[in-house]
């Protein structure tokens, strides 16, 4: 009874520090993540483009840039709070290794000590094994994971200050929230960008990726902001991204600068189309006062199967209609290759391919589709409760 | 630890190159329309990676040179990269350098565009590329690696267990138990998910490795027997060849058996070198029985232990070089015809060999040592038996001259002609013509009594030099020995 009275003195006691105005890390962390997810696009359509790499690329910069501003950033906040004589800064702080600060603040810095680290092990990787000719590969997961660290510490961040503002400083810090929230779903998907090529749009597997932690952070960052339509402005910032960069990339002119060449390129090439999560993630949305209040399981069980179920049906005739001479156009980008896309690829040719080879294997991915995307939500859900508690 | 054991063995094997055996460096001596240029591509240890190029102009009249790499064949030799232009050394006005990403294994070629007093004009030399070994990590770089990647782990736990312990505390509030235990619980949770993450990216990052080690080009090793009449079956090894992935849009060339093309005229070019001694030597040519089955008779030979070297070029321009070692008894032999040559009695000479009717090879050989991977015009005048120029030279299968460049123990092996060390039948395909078609207008200095081989030797130590040229309807062989330091 006496812990109880004591808690409830200190609360009373207006012990807990309201957020006046946003801190510049938490916008030095939005910046941050927008050059990230930039310098991310721009780097894959300059690979599909002009091909030459080296560490001066300007999409390698822009990176750089959002890594050393959130990293540096975050650094020397925790050192203020650890050495300097903010005591309101000291009481709002983790410790982590006897050093202070938000707990965000320290997520972000160990994204930019794991992106540092990945710089040097990935030129081994290309020095031992060559350039890379795909995404995923231990340096580059690394990085992923660094940069992922980057942006949740971002989130976390803005979370933290979320949950002690009030009034219209709450309601910015849940706009910028979301918004960081759309450039998490952006890394998420551009790392899955080998397996929801068009081409496999018809195919399991590409369902299967795209389950495995979509809703888990989509369902967390929801429920961390409480806004009501959480789930579709997160999916429209992706959404929005993704298309004007497509739109936007092919305006510049550019050819290849390594062989062998097999298409005809004259300006930059666009990456593919966004995938329709908005789709089912405004279902989810609109759904919400519904089943916000069930258990858990079903919550997770409703969220998991419909996003899923909803996202297929989306996604497959659209995938058609992408394959078809009427989608042929600038506007939905299906009519610029890689230099390196082979005329016989079946991208190149406007057909499908089945990645699984029988009917068992397909319904099986299929099947763990939804089983990914329901421990996604079932994850997502204690996730973004716990996110709501995070003061520091 | 074992298997850790077993990559880093793996990452010890020596350079393969598919060209030849452990000589991937490409020499050659060619025309850009009016320039003369010798070329040295060194190809990357790894694919993709970064080919090095030198040009050297024999005269001091072009101005400028850019330089790309295209397919040998297909749609991928149609259409260009943009060029990058070679650097022109300050020092040396007539030498310039450059360097191109090979992006995929198998047969490329590299365009040479010269611009010069003469106009301008272009060289296409071929570069077999290939896979050949992966480098270790550096102790240093292993270390700081290490050290990251400690300080990652501990500020990955750090964070975890302030995450559940300090995290949802309001400001300035006294740590909880149940908070405390939180965070004991947090410390127990990360370092388990740290080792698991350490444990299971390891075996990532063995299993890429071990992938990637399987890509590498193994040198093919073919299977001699000798049958009744001294006939040698020769059965060609494809131990690169690879069944297309499932979802690529770029394959490597896919070594196969039944697509060989004729190179001077031959499917094969099989040199057979007696070890240790090395003075015995024939360059035969087997005829293909079936795809990857050859056969030849063999000439009148000594009884003697025997390493065999096959060259053979695929349809894509792709060369390379079967090897095998054999104990082989006396065999009375079949004369030798058409273009086989060779001899059991050679004298390895430093400077003059011995041909016959008096006749003599000389190497105009400079006093300077030669220096490993250094490209060099290896020249040999011949004489007749009064020390004139030799009036009764013939072309050998299309060329004033052939050379093996063969170290003593056998590991390094390279077959050069005039025009360099890259197959006729591959030059043919860069120039865009037919593989199939003569060599007669490939004649290097026919009409002079010297013949001249580029080649660098790829490390250093002992070789011998097997200089075969054509002289009264007969081809002499002469052998030599060599230094690279």
């Known amino acids: ?392 | 630890m074992k298997k850790f054991f077993r990559f880093i063995c793996v990452l010890l094997l020596p350079l393969a190159s598919a060209a030849h055996v452990n000589s991937p460096d490409v020499y050659y001596d060619g025309y850009a329309g009016p320039y003369h240029l010798l070329v040295t591509l060194r190809p990357p240890s790894v694919v993709p990676g970064v080919a090095q190029i030198q040009i050297r102009s024999v005269s001091n009249d072009v101005n400028e040179i850019n330089i790309l790499p295209l397919r040998m064949i297909g749609v991928g030799a149609k259409m260009a990269p943009l060029p990058d232009a070679a650097k022109r050394s300050a020092d040396d006005p007539q030498l310039f350098t450059g360097s191109l990403w090979i992006m995929v294994r198998g047969s490329w070629k590299v365009q040479i565009q010269a611009v010069g007093q003469k106009g301008a004009a272009q060289l296409d030399v071929p570069l077999p590329a290939v896979s050949s070994s992966s480098q270790p990590m550096q102790t240093g770089l292993a270390i700081l690696l290490a050290a990251l990647g400690l300080a990652l782990a501990a500020g990955l736990i750090g964070i975890i267990v302030a995450a559940l312990r300090d995290a949802a505390r309001n400001a300035g509030e006294p740590l909880a138990s149940a908070q405390a235990w939180k965070g004991r619980l947090g410390l127990v949770l990360a370092t388990i998910l740290v080792i698991a993450a350490v444990i299971s990216g390891g075996r990532w990052w063995e299993q890429e490795a071990s992938a990637n080690a399987r890509l590498n080009y193994k040198i093919p090793n073919m299977k001699p027997s000798l049958l009744a009449g001294g006939l040698l079956r020769l059965r060609l090894d494809n131990p690169n060849e690879s069944e297309p992935t499932r979802f690529r849009s770029e394959q490597p060339d896919r070594i196969r058996l039944d697509d060989l093309i004729p190179d001077h005229g031959h499917l094969m070019h099989l040199f057979i070198v007696r070890v240790p001694d090395m003075k015995a030597f024939w360059h035969l040519h087997p005829d293909q029985i079936q795809p990857g089955d050859f056969a030849q008779n063999l000439p009148l030979m000594p009884e003697g232990q025997y390493r065999l070297y096959a060259d053979i070029v695929h349809h894509t321009g792709f060369p390379e070089t079967e090897v095998a070692t054999a104990n082989l008894p006396s065999t009375a032999g079949e004369p030798l015809t058409s273009d086989d040559a060779g001899s059991f009695d050679l004298e390895p000479a430093e400077k003059v060999a011995q041909l016959t009717d008096g006749y003599r090879m000389v190497w105009e050989r400079e006093g300077r040592p030669i220096k490993a991977g250094q490209p060099y015009w290896f020249r040999f005048r011949i004489e007749d038996k009064d020390g004139k120029p030799a009036a009764d030279l013939e072309p050998y299968m299309d060329m004033t001259g052939h050379a093996v460049f063969l170290s003593t123990d056998g590991n390094v092996f390279a077959h050069v002609h005039p025009a360099g060390s890259v197959s006729m039948a591959a030059v043919k395909l860069a120039e865009g013509g037919s593989p199939r078609a003569g060599m007669a207008d490939m004649e290097h200095n026919a009409a002079a009594a010297e013949v001249s081989f580029p080649y660098g030797f790829p490390k250093p130590g002992e070789y011998r030099i097997f200089v075969q040229v054509k002289r009264a309807g007969k081809v002499e062989t002469a052998e030599f020995v060599a230094k690279a330091e």
């Open chain 1, 1 to 392: 009874m006496s812990t109880i009275s004591a808690t409830a003195h200190i609360d009373t006691a207006s012990v807990r520090s309201h957020v006046q105005r946003i801190p510049w890390l938490v916008w030095a962390n939005v910046i941050a993540s927008v050059c990230i997810a930039t310098g991310l696009y721009w780097d894959i359509s300059w690979h599909e483009t002009i091909g030459r790499d080296s560490f001066w690329t300007p999409a390698h910069l822009v990176i750089q840039f959002g890594a050393l501003l959130a990293a540096f950033g975050s650094a020397w906040v925790i050192m203020q709070t650890t050495f300097g004589g903010d005591t309101e800064a000291r009481r709002n702080s983790v410790s982590v290794l006897g050093f202070r600060g938000p707990l965000g603040a320290f997520i972000a810095a160990w994204g930019g000590g794991a992106m540092l680290t990945s710089a040097p092990f990935d030129n081994w990787w290309h020095e031992a094994y060559g350039l890379d000719v795909k995404i995923i590969s231990p340096p580059h997961i690394l990085l992923a994971v660094g940069i992922a660290g980057i942006m949740w510490g971002g989130a976390i961040l803005a979370v933290s200050y979320l949950n002690r503002a009030e009034g219209d400083e709450r309601k910015s810090l849940e706009r910028i929230l979301l918004f960081v929230g759309g450039f998490i779903i952006v890394q998420g998907m551009t790392l899955k960008l080998e397996y929801t090529n068009r081409v496999l749009l018809h195919s399991a597997i590409s369902y299967m990726v795209m389950s495995i932690g979509t809703l888990l952070l989509l369902e967390a960052l929801a429920r961390a902001s409480g806004h009501r339509w959480a789930r579709t402005i997160m999916t429209g910032v992706y959404s929005a991204f993704v298309l004007i960069l497509m739109w936007v990339l092919p305006l510049f002119p550019a050819q290849p600068k390594l062989g062998p060449v097999y298409q005809n390129i004259t300006h930059m090439v666009p990456l593919p189309f966004p995938m329709l999560l908005i789709v089912p993630a405004f279902f989810l949305d609109l759904m919400w006062p519904i089943f916000k209040d069930a258990p858990k399981w079903q919550q997770a069980l409703f969220g998991g199967v419909s996003f899923t179920t909803i996202l297929i049906a989306m996604e497959w005739p659209f995938a058609t209609f992408l394959m078809s001479p009427a989608a042929r156009n600038p506007l939905f980008a299906t009519v610029d290759f890689p230099y390196f896309a082979l005329p016989t690829s079946p991208t190149v040719r406007h057909v499908f391919v089945a990645w699984e080879r029988s009917r068992g294997e397909f319904w099986q991915n299929m099947a763990l589709a939804f089983l990914f995307a329901v421990a996604s939500m079932w994850i997502g859900i204690f996730w973004g409760n716990w996110l709501k508690k995070v003061r520091r």
